[in-house]
């Protein structure tokens, strides 16, 4: 774990450093917030974007797209750990923005979550 640590603060130093990771982040953070709030049934937990995490985006679905099912078929297709926060009890999809994390990948994701809610929905 300490070796993954060091090369990845290696990685983001050659990059730029933090001005370049949290560049990363924020630019994540956009591309799924704007995502949800253009979207017919998504929306950001936290309505203030002020005040939205550019770490980890938790992003509620409408009562008729069920969140856990979104996550298993993303699951199943190798997309992983878009699950809830159990213990808020909320219909919803969790996202990590991590600087690690390419901003085509974040776009993607968003373009498969809306792939598999219009299968669901027209099933």
């Not at 070796?3 to 956009?30: D, P």
Request: proline share 2%.
């Amino acid at each position: 774990t300490i070796f993954l640590a060091v090369h990845q603060m290696e990685w983001i130093n050659q990059n730029g450093g933090m001005l370049f990771s949290a560049g990363r982040s924020e630019a994540n953070a956009k591309v799924i917030y704007d995502w949800a709030e253009a979207s017919d049934y998504a929306t950001p937990f936290v309505s203030d974007p002020a005040i939205r995490s550019n770490v980890v985006a938790t992003i509620d679905l409408s009562d008729d797209v069920e969140a856990t099912t979104v996550s298993a078929i993303l699951r199943k297709n190798n997309i992983v750990d878009t699950d809830s926060y159990r213990k808020l009890g909320r219909n919803q999809l969790r996202v990590a923005l991590f600087p690690a994390i390419d901003v085509a990948d974040v776009q993607q994701l968003t373009r498969c979550i809306d792939y598999v809610v219009n299968e669901l929905r027209s099933a």
